[in-house]
């Protein structure tokens, strides 16, 4: 099973400050078959990107991902209000089982 | 687009089993995705419990997999999760979840239903 590690567990920033999220790996992801996923009090988890870097339907393009192997990384270029939140990743590699990160919060400053 | 909706009791007793379904509208069970459940214990992470395929394939979290059943109702354009012998760890709210497909790839999860808590507890 592939072990996923969010760092920080929780960022604070400030509107429009850029936001950068950590997600390491146990072992390789294959293919980059990463996803994040935002998730505000109350509400189902929210898909933002999928295989590592695709930007899901209806998603800002301020959310971006990037890396590969073991090392991922979501950015958030400017933060807004709505932004604020848990976000937490996923990796769904060649076979199940599909397994999250511990999340990490982003809270206001 | 497509929408998820579980139902299901929200209370199960120690011991007994969990029993829900998720209601799939504007779109069909029988494509080419897979059909998740996902949970997550107040205040925690999420955890994946399982999915279907409409032909009845099914894939399990090690973790859980001799408490899990997942099954289809295509008649009724549905799936369940069944989850026995619970205990208070397993108090979550309990979601369903298309999972996405493209060409090339599958596994995340959109969209997803609004979930639903269920509370183990005499």
């Known amino acids: 099973e592939i072990v996923l590690t969010q760092s920080p567990g929780t960022l604070s920033l400030s509107p429009g400050e850029r936001a950068t999220l950590s997600c390491r790996a146990s072992q390789s992801v294959s293919s980059s078959y990463l996803a994040w996923y935002q998730q505000k009090p109350g509400q189902a988890p929210r898909l933002l990107i999928y295989?590592?870097?695709s930007r899901a339907t209806g998603i800002p393009d301020r959310f971006s991902g990037s890396g590969s192997g073991t090392d991922f990384t979501l950015t958030i270029s400017r933060l807004e209000p709505e932004d604020f939140a848990v976000y937490y990743c996923?990796?769904?590699?060649?076979?199940?089982?599909?397994?999250f990160g511990q999340g990490t919060k982003v809270e206001i400053k | 687009q497509v929408q998820l909706q579980e139902s299901g009791p929200g209370l199960v007793k120690p011991s007994g089993t969990l029993s829900l379904t998720c209601a799939v509208s504007?779109?069909?069970?029988?494509?080419?995705?897979?059909w998740s459940w996902v949970r997550q214990p107040p205040g925690k992470g999420l955890e994946w419990i399982g999915e279907?395929?409409?032909?009845?394939?099914?894939n399990y979290n090690p973790s859980l997999k001799s408490r899990v059943t997942i099954s289809v109702d295509k008649s009724k354009n549905q799936f369940s999760l069944k989850l026995s012998s619970v205990t208070a760890a397993d108090t979550a709210v309990y979601y369903c979840a298309r999972v996405g497909i493209t060409v090339t790839t599958s596994g995340w999860f959109d969209p997803w239903g609004q979930g639903t808590l269920v509370t183990v507890s005499s």
């Open positions: 996923q990796q769904y590699g060649s076979s199940p089982p599909r397994t």
């Open positions: 504007g779109g069909s069970i029988s494509s080419s995705n897979w």
């Open positions: 279907i395929y409409h032909s009845g394939s099914t």
């Open positions: 295989g590592a870097s």
